[in-house]
């Protein structure tokens, strides 16, 4: 196993934290901490879905038991992201390649966090799903989560309250199941291409599944507050811009 500096466990339990508290698994997080510290690596991607199943399933726990989770809302995503998420993290690509799709991913990431916070988004009335819609949107966002290692909760929450296709916590009870079933479908994929980081992922377990239980708790009882969205979303652009730098320049 690779040696790990012991601040990386406070900064992991303070992602989960966050990102459990709005029903997400915190790989995008995980993934900006370990470029910003020189850490990550495609190798890192089977951690970084296994910290992601361990905190979702938490929140879907969380969220779900207080009534919160909607099946119509989540079955038409889901239904094509798991094969999609499956291929993507079945494909290898190359090093540099991989580097430069996750630093755009990372930068789409916190533009998202951006405009979602700035907007103050609130659901006053829920539309129905528009089931092709959704299902061309979980086939996207299945396939680029499988391929870079997160559940798609980052892209499904966004996308889901720019429409109006659920309320906040219906929304978070949504995605912590969505990026469940994608970060498993996307470790099996990885398993047959790549070896699996046990080791590694259990050195990280604990602070993120406190971190995660204590945000998802939190998120049950009232919404995230705006500064730590905006503090998520810097982090992002700097691990983003750090890493397309890396390899662009």
Do not use: D
Not at 64 to 73: D, I, V, Y
Not at 110 to 122: E, G, P, Q
Not at 158 to 163: A, E, G, I, K, S
């Amino acid at each position: 196993m690779l040696e790990f500096p012991l601040y990386l466990l406070l900064l992991f339990f303070v992602v989960a934290f966050i990102y459990g508290s709005v029903g997400h698994g915190g790989a995008s997080g995980y993934i900006a901490i370990l470029t910003l510290t020189g850490f990550f690596s495609p190798q890192m991607v089977s951690v970084v879905l296994i910290l992601n199943i361990l905190v979702s399933s938490i929140a879907m726990y969380n969220y779900g038991s207080r009534g919160h989770f909607e099946w119509t809302l989540f079955w038409p995503f889901a239904i094509t992201s798991i094969p999609a998420a499956f291929l993507g993290g079945y494909i290898t690509v190359e090093a540099s390649l991989f580097f430069i799709i996750v630093g755009i991913v990372l930068l789409l990431m916190s533009a998202t966090i951006l405009i979602r916070t700035v907007k103050k988004i609130k659901i006053e009335q829920e539309k129905p799903v528009y089931i092709p819609a959704a299902l061309i949107a979980g086939l996207g966002i299945g396939f680029l989560s499988g391929l870079i290692g997160v559940g798609g909760g980052i892209f499904l929450t966004p996308f889901m309250l720019f429409l109006g296709w659920g309320k906040l916590k219906k929304i978070a009870a949504v995605s912590a199941l969505f990026i469940l079933v994608n970060s498993i479908s996307g470790i099996m994929g990885h398993a047959f291409s790549t070896a699996i980081l046990w080791s590694t992922a259990l050195y990280f377990t604990i602070p993120v599944v406190v971190g995660g239980y204590i945000g998802s708790r939190t998120g049950v009882k009232s919404v995230k507050p705006f500064f730590i969205q905006y503090l998520l979303a810097i982090v992002l652009l700097i691990a983003g811009i750090k890493m397309l730098a890396q390899y662009l320049f």
